[in-house]
């Protein structure tokens, strides 16, 4: 089966004033829909890689064909971060992590601010287009990485549960250059119930 566009669970004004309907129209009907286009296309010539789910493809990179290879991972890349992407968010939440995750976030980064420091410097440090995530690794140990264009913590061994895109176009209609002030907004609508249920 072809890999689909999940429907935006929410309107694109739903995220305002943290995120504005523009962007987030932009965002989710060009750029997502792009990924999943392209990585559509890129796979009807092994049309058998479509048995598999985008977490299985990217986490095992060296079966699919060197010649496509690039493009199921830059492309493949895309469609599964921003699946995480619209999903972690709902309008009206925020706030900090309870239960286990809070706990783990605690133990691991000293606390819920010193981990929001160590995350917004990983978003900061990324040059040029990349994403920042919060991962667990099979043992569960969470860690704080970042990664460049749609490279995937998939493809390292290491379960996502919280990301957040610093290419351009999540960001430049609102923020234009100011990164900062677009992530200290991130965390005003992050559901902490969705996060948590990836750490399960």
Known sequence: MAFELPKLPYDYNALEPYMDAKTMEIHHDKHHAGYTKKQN??????SELFEFDIVEILGDLEKIPGTIRT?????????????IWWEQFTPGTGGEPAGSLGEAINNTFGGFADFKEAFKKA??????????????DSSGILSIIGTQNQDSPATMGLTPLLGIDVWEHSYY???????AEYIDNFWNIIDWDVVSKRNA
């Not at 978003?123 to 667990?136: D, E, I, Q, T």
């Not at 209609?173 to 990164?179: A, E, G, I, T």
């Open 173 to 179: 209609l609102k923020f234009q250059n100011r990164r």
């Open 71 to 83: 493009a199921v991972r830059n492309n493949g890349g895309g469609y599964y971060h921003h699946n």
């Open 123 to 136: 978003a900061l440090g990324v040059f040029g287009s990349g994403w920042a995530w919060l991962v667990k």
């Open 41 to 46: 296309a890129t796979l009807e010539k092994n």
